[in-house]
């Protein structure tokens, strides 16, 4: 016993200490709930105890949440809704104890956690805290009572915020929302818990008015204390996850569901329900496929395959402050990396420097940070056309033009200032890492970091080895992407690396099918319909035509067996180019579309015969799948897991399909096998399933 947790008492109060061994974090599997519930019962049989403060010996916070282990490994309904149960019935024993409870909350408190903390009875946080609910990211919703309790204790509309997009709160928030009945500093956080505990052993009734009085007022009165506000108010949600989830997403509309009917009865006839409905979510394919992709981004945290040291990044520098390069230089600075920003001019630098300023200040305000914090990332860029001022920087990236020759230049004129030991790192999207090798001094310290546009919200990063590229370098850029926030998968330099190869080979598609007469907007909501963020033609817009028209060539070229469509080509000949210009395929008012570029279409050719089906949709994800089967056989990338990373945080492939090739496998390899086959007759030779598909039932588990 005493493995995970420890306690003392010393004049009747209680310390109890979560500390589970040999972890960073507290996660609260069976073990750890076991030992919960005996302390419970230990401190109830104790009559010397008058009060209990509970508080974690980790440093990174109090409880990062459940076993997602355990979570994934559910199989039928009725262990799930047993695991819910088990939960329930723990931290409703603390819940019951007949002294107070407090709990002193720093970093994060996270789903699990926060339903502990619900059931205590009052609750503290250091204002750096970080607490959320964010089950609905795993596809399903808290099942240890936090749906239950979390309503009862704050505003419903609140409640609803944080269970349905899993939002998280720093202690301030939780203090304005009356989820933490005071919040310190963190140095502070144990003298002011155990000051807490006395004031209401002796008195509770002042914290809970100030409670009660945070959740008063004319809209809650308004919105919440009559049904009809109520109805109102679960309406109004419902109707906005229908229109951010598309539907796709059954874990919220069903927490919602539940949080409204618990409401309605008493407090076990909520948890009861709760739990039972938990038991079922647990088995939707939504949820099994998001805690994959949860697992897809703890793998891509441990750099698989990398067995060298990376090298610390003390300082960096990037070179080009155009689109890409100022928003590498804004997440250094942004992570604590002072970096040094080079261009050719001035106003170049002074316009990218500008830029970043107000980035930094919008994030800051979003953040409720002071004016102090967007200062501080500025004060870390150096902007600089003066190529000496480099010299000192462990990381360079450069993201200047796409031309070789412009590569090589910087390439030739930057190595000589550099120390020996640093890295250097190419943003090419297609150009080959290799050939630019071949005027490198120092091969070996060279690699390339494809960032996504806009660098600073795209999560992926492709880390590409080039042929002499050092082990040590991948794994300098591999921890530098990761340092960044970002998700890095390592790709092999191939013509569009992973990403940009397997997307432009649907979009190309995509391309040839409007050709044939199918309506190109139509094509695009059924895309919509399946998930996608965007449409292809939309995504065109996006990319930009003339852009996506030279990957296009570049691609097509590149491997002979794809069937270029001359779509691209002629619509990067005109004006209309998307969205930059204001009008591609779709017309724009800002971010938004207004309707169809008709004259585009026109010039194009493009007449929509007839609406798209779901077998024009499948042709171009079925050439993705071969195009991602291809990529294995050929070593791009080491695993299906790359891929569905990749997929899903370069392009926004729908994570509750779980990604590209967990998709393929739901779908079965054998039967998209003969789906291939029938489409490379009616298509050609690009549909011939690679031999990679042909050897295996699934992409994941076998062989
Ligand atoms: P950009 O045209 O916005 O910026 C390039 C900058 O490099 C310009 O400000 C130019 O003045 C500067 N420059 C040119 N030669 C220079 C030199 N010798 N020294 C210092 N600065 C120099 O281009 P963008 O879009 O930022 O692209 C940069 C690189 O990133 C390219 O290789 C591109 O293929 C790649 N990339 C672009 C993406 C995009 O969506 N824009 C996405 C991923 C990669």
């Known amino acids: ?81 047993r695991l819910a149960r088990e939960g329930q019935r723990i931290f409703e024993r603390w819940a019951q104890l007949p002294f107070p409870v407090v709990a002193a909350v720093h970093g994060h408190c996270m789903g699990g956690g926060t339903e502990f903390i619900l059931a205590c009875h009052y609750r503290i946080a250091a204002e750096q805290a970080s607490i959320a609910l964010p089950e609905v990211k795993l596809g399903l919703f808290p099942g240890f009572g936090g749906t239950q309790r979390l309503p009862r204790l704050i ?130 394919p939504a949820c099994k496929n998001l805690v994959h992709v949860y697992h897809l981004n703890q793998r891509a945290k441990k750099a698989p395959g990398l067995d060298a040291q990376p090298l610390p990044v003390r300082r960096a520098a990037v070179i080009g402050g155009g689109v890409m390069g100022r928003g590498i230089a804004g997440l250094l600075a942004a992570q604590g990396v002072p970096v040094v920003l080079r261009d050719l001019k001035e106003d170049i630098i002074s316009a990218a420097l500008d830029d970043l300023r107000g980035r930094f200040e919008r994030q800051a305000r979003k953040k409720q940070q002071g004016s102090d914090a967007a200062a501080e990332k500025l004060a870390r860029i150096q902007g600089t056309t003066r190529l000496e001022d480099l010299a000192d920087a462990d990381l360079v990236i450069e993201a200047v033009l796409e031309k070789m020759p412009v590569k090589q230049a910087v390439l030739a004129e930057v190595e000589p200032l550099l120390a020996d030991t640093a890295v250097l790192a190419t943003n090419t999207s297609a150009l080959s890492v290799s050939e630019l090798q071949h005027s490198a001094q120092r091969p070996g310290n060279l690699g390339g970091l494809h960032f996504f546009n806009p660098a600073e919200k795209m999560p992926l990063v492709e880390v590409i080895r080039g042929a002499a590229t050092s082990e040590q370098t991948l794994a300098t850029l591999f921890s530098a992407a990761l340092k960044l926030g970002k998700t890095p998968i390592v790709v092999a330099d191939r013509p569009g690396f992973l990403v940009n190869r397997l997307l432009m080979a649907y979009l190309n598609e995509a391309c040839l099918i409007a050709q044939g007469g199918v309506d190109w907007l139509n094509l695009d909501v059924r895309a919509t319909g399946f998930g996608l963020p965007m449409g292809p033609f939309r995504l065109m817009d996006e990319v930009g035509l003339d852009i996506a028209a030279e990957v296009g060539t570049t691609l097509c070229a590149a491997f002979d067996y794809l069937e270029k469509s001359s779509l691209l080509h002629q619509a990067a000949a005109q004006p209309d180019l998307g969205r930059k210009t204001g009008r591609g395929f779709y017309r724009y008012q800002g971010e938004r ?56 945080f370069g392009t926004g492939f729908p994570p509750f399909l779980g990604g590209t090739c967990r998709w393929a496998d739901s779908q079965g390899l054998p039967s998209l096998v003969r789906e291939l086959e029938k489409l490379a007759a009616a298509h050609g030779r690009r549909f011939a399933p690679a031999a990679w598909l042909r050897d295996r039932e699934r992409f994941y588990g076998e062989g």
């Open 593 to 648: 579309t207004i309707g169809r570029n008709q004259a585009l279409a026109q010039l194009l050719g493009l007449h929509g015969t007839r609406g798209a089906t779901r077998a024009d949709l499948r042709r171009m994800l079925l050439l993705m799948i071969n195009e991602a089967a291809r990529c294995l056989e050929e070593g791009v990338v080491a695993a299906p897991e790359d891929v569905d990373t990749g997929m899903i």
């Open 1 to 81: 016993m005493a493995n995970f947790i420890t306690h003392t008492l010393a004049d009747g109060i209680a310390q109890v200490r979560l500390d589970a061994p040999d972890s960073r974090v507290n996660i609260l599997n069976a073990d750890f709930l076991r030992e919960l519930e005996q302390t419970a019962e230990m401190l109830a049989a104790d009559n010397e105890v008058r009060g209990v403060v509970v508080s974690s010996a980790k440093e990174a916070g109090f409880i990062a949440g459940a076993d997602i282990g355990q979570i994934a490994a559910v199989a039928d309904a009725a262990e799930g809704e």
């Open 155 to 284: 505003s419903l509309e609140k409640s609803l915020d944080l269970i349905l997009t899993g939002r998280s709160l720093s202690g301030i928030q939780a203090l304005n929302l009356g989820l933490a009945d005071e919040c310190v500093t963190a140095a502070g956080l144990a003298e002011a818990a155990l000051a807490l505990l006395r004031r209401v052993i002796v008195d509770p009734k002042p914290v809970l008015k100030k409670r009660r009085d945070k959740n008063s007022g004319w809209r809650i009165w308004l919105l919440e204390k009559n049904p009809l506000g109520r109805a109102f108010l679960f309406h109004q949600a419902r109707k906005k996850l229908q229109a951010r989830t598309g539907g796709h997403y059954p874990a919220p509309l069903k927490a919602l569901e539940v949080i409204r009917q618990g409401l309605e009865r008493d407090l076990p006839a909520g948890l009861d329900l709760e739990a039972r409905e938990l038991g079922r979510i647990l088995l939707t």
